[in-house]
């Protein structure tokens, strides 16, 4: 009779807990919006500046992104270059920083299903102290879905670059 008391008690407080845990699963979770937007990488992180003599040459490079929707309508993206120091986009860094003038956001009409691509211009100090000095960045786009990023950590590297001028074709 005791065991049947014991038993009885302990089954009473669970029946409103058991109803409570049965209420919640039958509730619709809240709706967290995922987004649809990926960003891959479409450049090297290798940019640089003749070894030869660093004041000539190129000294500009494009770094790029894809931006592809996997959404089932079309999008407008916001896209974002930023160094990862968090300092100037223009002048932040002695020697690799984006070129005077052009673009750190740029909006792309991006298709359902379908992918656009967004580049910035990087410009390297022409000076051989900017050899082997790297500086880290990242690509984000965003839309009303959410946001995405190239992964992290990228980073740009000063390679010294091997003139080809001492080549030639004779005939």
């Not at 919006?33 to 640089?48: H, R």
């Not at 986009?89 to 690799?96: A, E, H, N, R």
């Amino acid at each position: 009779m005791v065991a049947c008391a014991f038993s009885f008690r302990l089954r009473l407080p669970l029946v409103p807990f058991m109803i409570s845990i049965a209420a919640a699963l039958a509730l619709p979770a809240p709706a967290h919006a995922a987004s649809d937007l990926t960003v891959t990488p479409l450049t090297w992180n290798e940019i640089g500046l003749d070894s030869n003599d660093p004041s000539t040459g190129p000294n500009r490079f494009p770094v790029g992104a894809r931006v592809c929707n996997s959404g089932a309508s079309a999008t407008t993206a916001t896209v974002t270059f930023a160094w990862d120091d968090g300092k100037n986009l223009f002048t932040g860094d002695p020697y690799i920083n984006l070129r005077p003038g052009s673009l750190s956001v740029i909006t792309l009409d991006v298709p359902a299903g379908g992918c656009a691509d967004a580049y910035f211009e990087v410009e390297v100090t022409r000076s051989s102290l900017a050899f082997d000095k790297t500086r880290r960045y990242h690509i984000t786009a965003t839309d009303t879905s959410g946001s995405a990023s190239t992964p992290q950590p990228r980073e740009l590297y000063v390679e010294h670059l091997i003139s080809q001028n001492r080549n030639s074709v004779t005939d």
